[in-house]
C-alpha cells in the first residue's frame, strides 16, 4: 500500500491566480515523487484551474460532495461533477463541517454510498473532542461514527479497496498540538478492528488508515512509521509547497 497524502487546502486561496501559482509550485516540489500517492483537494471551483495533465501525478480530491446525481440541491457539488473535473478522491465527514454546518452521519452515510457508487474514493474522518478524549470517550466515539457512516453501505466489491478512514482528533486540528504517535497508533488499531466488525475481515485490511491534525515536516514521519498509518490529511501545512515537499519526502 503506497502511502497516501492529501494536501486540504480548505477555504484557501483566494484568488484564481494565487490557486494556478499553488498548482504549479505543487507540480515543481513534487516532480520526482513516486512512493506515494498524493492527492490535492483544493475548493472546488479551483478543481477545473488544474491543469489536467498534471493529475497523472498529482491526483485531486473534492472536501465533499452531495448524496444526489443531480437537480434542484442549490449550493451543493455532485460526485459526477468531481469525476468530470478529474477527481478521485472527496473527503466526507470533515470535522469542519460536521461543526459548522451540522453534518451528521447519518448525511455522510448516504453521502458514502453514492461517491462509492459513483467510483469516487471516499476519504471518511472521525474524530473526538478534547472532553470526549479526556472522559475516556474516544474508542466510542470513533466506533459510533464508523458504524452509522458505513452502515448499508452497498459498493461493487473493487471499490471499497478504496475507502480510506482518516483519523482526525478534533482538539488535535489547527492546534500546534499533534496527536503522539503511540496514541494516534492504538485508535488506528482500534479502527481496523472495527471496520473489520463491519465491512469483513479482507476489505477492512485493505482500507487504508490515516492520520490529520496539526502535521508537519517535523511530525510527519512518525506518523508512518511509529504509528504505522497509511498515510496524512495535511490542512495548514499543505498550503505551502515547499513545506508540504518536505512532509511528502520525510516519510519516504
Ligand atoms: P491541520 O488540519 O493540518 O491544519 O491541523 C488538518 C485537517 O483538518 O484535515
Redesign the pocket.
Same mark, same amino acid.
Not at 172 to 176: E, N, Q, S, V, Y
Not at 233 to 238: F, H
Given at each position: 500500500m503506497k502511502p497516501l497524502i492529501?494536501a *486540504?487546502w480548505?477555504m484557501n486561496p483566494t484568488t484564481t491566480k494565487e490557486a494556478k501559482k499553488f498548482f504549479g509550485d505543487f507540480k515543481k516540489e513534487l516532480k520526482n515523487i513516486k512512493n506515494a500517492e498524493v492527492v490535492i483537494c483544493p475548493p472546488f471551483v479551483y478543481l477545473a484551474t488544474s491543469d489536467k495533465r498534471q493529475a497523472t501525478r498529482i491526483k485531486l480530491g473534492g472536501q465533499d460532495c452531495f448524496w444526489e446525481a443531480k437537480g434542484a440541491y442549490t449550493g451543493e457539488i455532485s460526485p459526477q461533477i468531481l469525476k468530470d473535473l478529474g477527481c478521485q478522491y472527496v473527503?466526507l465527514g470533515?470535522?469542519?463541517r460536521r461543526k459548522y454546518l451540522g453534518e451528521t452521519n447519518e448525511m455522510i452515510n448516504k453521502k458514502i454510498k453514492t461517491a462509492l457508487k459513483n467510483r469516487l474514493r471516499p476519504i471518511l474522518?472521525v474524530g473526538e473532542t478534547l472532553e470526549e478524549r479526556k472522559k475516556g470517550k474516544t474508542n466510542q466515539v470513533i466506533q459510533r461514527q464508523l458504524t452509522k457512516s458505513l452502515q448499508n453501505i452497498q459498493y461493487p466489491v473493487s471499490s471499497i479497496e478504496d475507502l480510506t478512514i482518516?483519523y482526525?482528533p478534533i482538539w488535535?486540528?489547527?492546534?500546534?498540538n499533534?496527536c503522539l504517535p503511540q496514541d494516534a497508533k492504538e485508535v488506528g488499531l482500534f479502527i481496523r478492528k472495527i471496520l473489520s466488525k463491519i465491512l469483513g475481515k479482507k476489505i477492512s485490511e485493505s482500507c487504508r488508515i490515516i492520520y490529520?491534525?496539526?502535521? *508537519?515536516s517535523k511530525n510527519a514521519a512518525d506518523y508512518i512509521k511509529k504509528a504505522e498509518m497509511n498515510g496524512l490529511?495535511?490542512?495548514?501545512?499543505?498550503l505551502s509547497a515547499k513545506e508540504f515537499g518536505r512532509i511528502v519526502r520525510s516519510i519516504l
Open positions: 492529501i *486540504n480548505k473527503i470533515h470535522s469542519e474522518c482518516a482526525e488535535a486540528i489547527r492546534t500546534g499533534p490529520g491534525g496539526s502535521v *508537519n490529511l495535511v490542512g495548514g501545512a499543505s
